[in-house]
């Protein structure tokens, strides 16, 4: 097995690594502070496997899981676990993470993020399997918040209350997709910097950026969809800027899964998230010597 | 299940019907509407688990998405996802009855080489995403006693598959992931069956024919039959020509020690 160490994530820009971008990563080495990689992705060997460890030698790393469902009534599926648990050990990233939504329920995988009812039900639920997988792990995982197209009418919290909590009982960290905040935010008409405003800075372990499409269904009403398939929105910079502003500087990331453009594009995207974390830096190094 | 408190599990369950079987009633109940339909709501997710899915299969059935035309392997996928839903969240695993589904589904069934041309792609596709192994070092047989080599059984590396079609369904994946137009009407697909091995090389996935006797034997060696049993009874004289190119190409990752009496 190849011996990466855990080199951490800086609170830098970094990109979600997507395979038509693998050789072009791997030949020119881009300027980019870090790389995070979907688990799921990696999970058989291979060329794609033995292309990650090649490039992961000059990046730290962060995987990114979409299949344990942290919030699935039943029991995690075993196997699955095993699997992240292999693929954690074979890449040693830096940040492990995974997702506040269900995707398995009576064994059958729905290929999706499915929201939860925000009750005390599914806090433990959720809890129990966030445990569950960082003492199967040994480390802590970041757990991120979703974007949602419907609400439950028995929920009892708000989700930000719900994800302060999961973060505070299991001890894990907050990935805030900051993209999802606004989708879910204009979906659901919240207020965005307030749900923010309420996430707990000292458990955010990073951010993620991504664009969204807007879908008109019948009756004229508009849905914001995370597509992961556009440049991030100006409402949603402005929004990282609070985040920023609130959490301090943070390793943030730019996904990008839909029509998958040039790496360039990717990269565009990532430095202007690393311009807007210098200016924070600076200002907190500011801050710090006054 | 009572719409105003749902256990987490019902819950899910009905969601579930929604999604996969387009049984919407008890999960709308439990959602707000706010405006849109909880219908409509829920067929966001109904239509993201179709179209992960789907291009799912057809990231693992290229050639046959294109020899049965886009429409087509889209209302297959459709019935197929619907009737036979991921047990995995690895979803490179998903899709290993496709193959058998296409040759009952009535619109495909009709070009009969299409469900041998997807058993190729299905078994290429596990070659792509199959564990790492080393090869088998044959200095660790040569080291066994000679009672212990007679009951010696072949591990296949974790990426060998065997394949046998009616038709000949490796020129055919070649000639229409190549786009070779050309190629593909010069194919006689009545030109008889053929006898495949797939594996993953270095250089990457390979597809080649084997002699009916060579496949039948390899098979056999793949399926755990013990070495010395299988090599006595292999129809064809240069089974141990066939044995040492799979042992020099890394066709084998293991071995194990049968049970004398089984052997």
Request: proline share 7%.
């Amino acid at each position: 097995m190849q011996q990466f160490g855990h080199s951490p994530i800086p609170p830098k820009a970094g990109i979600g690594l997507r395979f038509p971008h693998h050789q072009a990563v791997a030949d020119t080495r881009p300027d980019v502070a870090w790389l995070e990689a979907h688990t799921e992705n990696y999970m058989g060997g291979g060329t794609s496997l033995r292309c990650l460890e090649t490039i992961r030698r000059d990046y730290p790393l962060s995987l990114h899981g979409v299949g344990l469902s942290l919030g699935s009534a039943e029991a995690l599926d075993a196997a699955h676990l095993e699997r992240v648990r292999h693929t954690v050990d074979r890449l040693e990233p830096a940040l492990v993470s995974e997702h506040l939504s269900w995707s398995v329920v009576g064994g059958i995988y729905l290929a999706d993020l499915l929201p939860l009812p925000m009750t005390e039900e599914a806090l433990d639920v959720v809890c129990r399997h966030v445990e569950q997988v960082q003492a199967a792990l040994r480390r802590r995982i970041l757990v991120e918040n979703p974007s949602t197209y419907l609400r439950f009418a028995h929920s009892t919290m708000p989700e930000w209350e719900f994800l302060a909590e999961v973060a505070e009982r299991t001890g894990c960290g907050i990935l805030c997709d900051v993209n999802n905040i606004h989708v879910s935010a204009c979906n659901h008409g919240w207020n965005a910097s307030a749900y923010l405003a309420a996430l707990p800075p000292a458990a955010i372990g990073e951010i993620h950026l991504g664009g969204h499409a807007r879908r008109k269904l019948d009756g004229g009403r508009v849905l914001h969809i995370d597509d992961h398939g556009s440049r991030v929105a100006p409402a949603v910079w402005t929004l990282y800027a609070e985040g920023l502003a609130h959490f301090g500087p943070t390793p943030t990331l730019v996904e990008w899964d839909t029509d998958v453009p040039p790496l360039e594009v990717l990269l565009e995207e990532a430095a202007r998230a690393a311009a807007l974390l210098e200016e924070v830096e600076r200002e907190s190094g500011r801050a710090s010597a006054a | 299940m009572s719409p105003a408190a749902p256990a987490l599990l019902e819950l899910q369950r009905a969601v579930c019907r929604g999604i996969v079987a387009r049984d919407d009633g008890d999960a709308a109940a439990c959602i707000i509407a706010d405006g849109i339909d909880p219908a409509a709501r829920l067929g966001i997710h109904r239509n993201t688990f179709a179209s992960v899915l789907t291009n799912s299969l057809r990231l693992s059935y290229p050639a046959v998405h294109r020899l049965v035309a886009a429409e087509c392997f889209e209302g297959a996928a459709r019935v197929y996802i619907e009737e036979q839903p991921p047990r995995c969240a690895n979803l490179d695993d998903y899709g290993a009855d496709f193959p058998e589904f296409l040759a009952r589904f009535p619109p495909v069934a009709a070009v009969a080489y299409v469900p041998g041309v997807a058993r190729l792609e299905w078994a290429v596709n596990r070659a792509l995403h199959a564990q790492d192994a080393d090869p088998l070092d044959i200095t660790s047989l040569a080291a066994l006693a000679e009672e212990e080599q007679a009951r010696v059984r072949l591990a296949p590396h974790p990426s060998a598959g065997l394949v046998c079609a009616d038709h000949p369904a490796d020129s055919i994946w070649r000639a229409v992931l190549a786009q070779d137009d050309a190629a593909l009407a010069a194919i006689d697909p009545a030109a008889g069956p053929v006898w495949l091995l797939v594996n993953r090389a270095e250089t990457g996935v390979e597809v080649r024919r084997l002699s009916e006797d060579a496949w039948s034997l390899t098979a056999a060696l793949f399926a755990g039959r013990a070495l010395h049993r299988a090599l006595v009874d292999a129809p064809c004289a240069e089974a141990r020509a066939v044995l040492a190119e799979h042992l020099a190409a890394g066709r084998f990752s293991g071995f194990s020690l049968a049970d004398p009496l089984t052997s």
